[in-house]
């Protein structure tokens, strides 16, 4: 049983470009949420999508775009990159219950 | 609102002793409560969590908490360190409202080293 998969697991971007993540949710969850965590510090609240519409967000500016689709699993979208935007980016899949977590997206950006 | 401030960024024992890693919650609702281990270039881990039932929350590989709701506390223990506990903890909130699909509110984390 694949547990959350996230593609790719690191990438370099410019600053002023678009990136795009990817993951897969664990077989038979419907919900995925995904967190920024920047160095040194816990991850943050982006996003949360289910039934293919955004549910919640945090206090992320509209750079910050995702989808989800209907096999459940979820792109995260990044527009107009910033330095700060440097982090590991970690998806979540749930069904309702305990929250799953993938081993992340290492996003540098120089 | 919700927060959740962690007490000691570094914390560091010696293997065989008592591991106290500290959590303190801010939450308008009642809150559920989690603690999550994080093992370098890797995920996020549920060691354990408490959602109402009892105050004293056993999880995995011999961790526990207690909820204290007079010091709003969530405080994770372990009696006796071991050389492969040493990673990133992080205590975690959420309210209880909705249908389950919660955002978690994270601390900062707290790194635990294990000195042999």
């Known amino acids: 049983d694949a547990g959350v998969t996230q593609s790719p697991t690191h990438l370099i971007k410019t600053r002023g470009q678009q990136v795009t993540l990817r993951c897969s949710p664990k077989?038979?969850?419907?919900?995925v949420s995904w967190y920024q965590q920047a160095l040194g510090q816990g991850p943050q609240f982006i996003f949360q999508y289910y039934e293919e519409e955004e549910r919640q967000r945090g206090n992320f500016p509209d750079r910050f775009s995702g989808h989800q689709f209907p096999n459940y699993s979820s792109e995260l979208n990044v527009n107009a990159l910033l330095l700060g935007d440097s982090a590991l980016y970690l998806c979540?899949?749930?069904?309702?219950?305990?929250?799953?977590f993938g081993s992340g997206t290492r996003l540098t950006v120089v | 609102a919700q927060s959740v401030t962690q007490l000691g960024s570094h914390v560091s024992v010696s293997e065989g002793a008592l591991v106290l890693l500290r959590c303190n919650y801010s939450s308008s609702v009642p809150p559920y409560l989690f603690w999550y281990v994080q093992y370098p270039n890797q995920g996020l881990q549920l060691l354990l969590k408490?959602?109402?039932?009892?105050?004293l929350v056993k999880g995995i590989n011999g961790f526990e908490a207690e909820f204290k709701k007079s010091e709003t506390s969530f405080h994770l223990t372990k009696p006796s360190a071991h050389m492969s506990d040493a990673a990133e903890y992080f205590c975690a909130v959420s309210d209880r409202r909705g249908t389950g699909r919660r955002a978690l509110t994270f601390g900062s984390g707290t790194r635990l080293q294990v000195q042999p």
């Open positions: 408490y959602t109402s039932a009892a105050t």
């Open positions: 979540a899949s749930s069904l309702g219950g305990d929250a799953a």
């Open positions: 077989s038979g969850h419907d919900t």
